[in-house]
């Protein structure tokens, strides 16, 4: 009786990962929204990194005899200007970087913490697992919105500190997904096997059943990266986050409020960034849920 050599055991490894890769890309490019999604976002990004240079204003650029332009009628003022001259398009381009990168480093940051006690609680299990799980509970009883309009009066706003807020205020859903998760898999037979073998628990817990669980924090991210954008526009808005003259979307549409009815473009126009964004990113959201799940099968 011939055995597999570790080249034929390795080969039929790769071969198997490229298979599931592929059937989760097929999946994937069968969900049209979420296809929809990566579009629209790809298109945002592109404008707010490339959009400042392509016009002929900076976002600081005051010009008092074009105050409350409309859209397309003052030359290159294609989105128009705002009560100080200022041209709309390029501020809410710029306001785009800080949004979107306020909204990945968040996600980053609280994906990450979310991840490790989520991981440490549904490995370890018993006492350890229950006060870690009720210290996610603690934050969870406090409205999430309060908590971060809270620790934003206290502290200095700047997008760094808005970022870590954001990120503090928002990990506790990851946490409890990964929880489920691992604790699902922490008695597979893969898993008793790494403890026969002597390995330790940091190795079974982040090289063994955090690469088994990684679809639900890949769909939880997506997710939250859209949650931490709209979070920051909400706190902006109420003047606690991103300080003019640095823009940002939330604070673009403070300071459009009261020129609701003379000026409506100056809340509509970041209004639409903030909705095509976390739409686009909960599209993306729903699309790697689907084509992770191994049972769903998109025809």
């Given at each position: 009786m011939s055995s597999s050599s570790p080249a034929t055991l390795s080969q039929s490894l790769l071969s198997h990962s490229r298979w599931w890769q592929n059937r989760t890309l097929r999946r994937f490019v069968r969900h049209r929204l979420a296809l929809l999604g990566v579009a629209m976002i790809t298109l945002i990004v592109l404008a707010c990194l490339l959009g400042p240079s392509l016009l002929p204003y900076d976002e600081l650029y005051i010009d008092l005899r074009a105050r409350f332009a409309p859209p397309f009628t003052a030359g290159y003022h294609i989105f128009g200007t705002d009560p100080l001259g200022r041209d709309v398009a390029v501020r809410l381009f710029m306001a785009g970087r800080i949004s979107l990168l306020v909204g990945f480093f968040a996600m980053v940051l609280s994906t990450l913490i979310g991840t490790v006690i989520g991981v440490v609680a549904g490995y370890y299990g018993g006492r350890i697992g229950t006060v870690l799980m009720r210290f996610v509970d603690a934050f969870l009883s406090f409205p999430g919105i309060f908590l971060l309009l809270a620790l934003a009066a206290f502290i200095k706003p700047s997008p760094f500190m808005i970022t870590v807020i954001i990120a503090v205020t928002s990990w506790m859903e990851t946490a409890r997904i990964v929880e489920a998760e691992v604790r699902s898999l922490r008695e597979r037979d893969f898993v008793l096997a790494a403890r026969m073998l002597g390995l330790s628990n940091r190795w079974i817990m982040f090289r063994e059943l955090l690469p088994n669980a990684i679809g639900p924090i890949i769909v939880a991210a997506t997710l939250t990266v859209a949650r931490a954008?709209?979070?920051?526009?909400?706190?902006?808005?109420?003047?606690?986050?991103?300080?003019?003259?640095?823009?940002?979307?939330?604070?673009?549409?403070?300071?459009?409020?009261?020129?609701?009815?003379?000026?409506?473009?100056?809340?509509?126009?970041?209004?639409?960034?903030?909705?095509?964004?976390?739409?686009?990113?909960?599209?993306?959201?729903?699309?790697?849920?689907?084509?992770?799940?191994a049972r769903s099968d998109l025809h």
């Open positions: 954008i709209l979070l920051e526009a909400y706190v902006s808005f109420l003047g606690y986050g991103i300080q003019p003259p640095l823009p940002s979307w939330g604070n673009m549409l403070n300071g459009a409020q009261q020129y609701l009815a003379s000026a409506p473009w100056l809340a509509i126009v970041p209004g639409v960034a903030i909705t095509l964004a976390v739409t686009s990113f909960n599209f993306i959201g729903d699309g790697l849920r689907d084509a992770l799940d």
